[in-house]
């Protein structure tokens, strides 16, 4: 019982990675009590109102400013979010800028007000306006930014 109760806390936990390397571990306690968004995401003929902060709020953690609109050599950013099952997707870092685009992406932790399912885990990637729900990653276990201007440089 207290493996199964460690593992459950433990899988409750985001990994974050800035492009500096600077790292942070966000706790579901942490995450409920950062600032929130929702909305509507339709998904295999069903819409959900899904809600919790925006990524680019969760980024600001290691590093990535949100006071000023994102530009310049950090257009080169890419953000790479992983679930527990290993499915990854990416993000120019720009698309989660409000300053850039107006589709908000959010890590939710609730869909119709209530905790995700079992089989989102306990937090979900929503990208509002996507046309599929193919970057809707479910289980997110890690986020991490990446400079790929660094490679040029």
Not at 12 to 30: M, N, P, V, Y
């Amino acid at each position: 019982l207290v493996l199964l109760q460690a593992a459950t806390a433990a899988a409750a936990d985001i990994q974050l990675k800035g492009a500096r390397g600077e790292t942070a571990t966000l706790s579901a306690t942490e995450f409920a009590a950062m600032p929130r968004v929702k909305f509507t995401f339709a998904a295999h003929g069903e819409s959900h109102d899904f809600e919790g902060p925006r990524l680019i709020d969760l980024l600001a953690k290691v590093g990535v400013p949100t006071d000023k609109p994102i530009g310049g050599a950090a257009l080169a950013n890419v953000v790479i979010v992983t679930a527990s099952d290993g499915y990854r997707v990416t993000f120019g870092l720009a698309e989660l800028d409000p300053a850039t685009r107006p589709n908000r992406v959010i890590v939710a932790d609730k869909s119709d007000g209530q905790p995700l399912r079992d089989k989102d885990g306990a937090f979900k990637l929503v990208a509002e306006g996507d046309l599929r729900p193919a970057r809707s990653v479910r289980m997110v276990q890690s986020i991490e930014v990446r400079d790929l201007g660094a490679a040029g440089r």
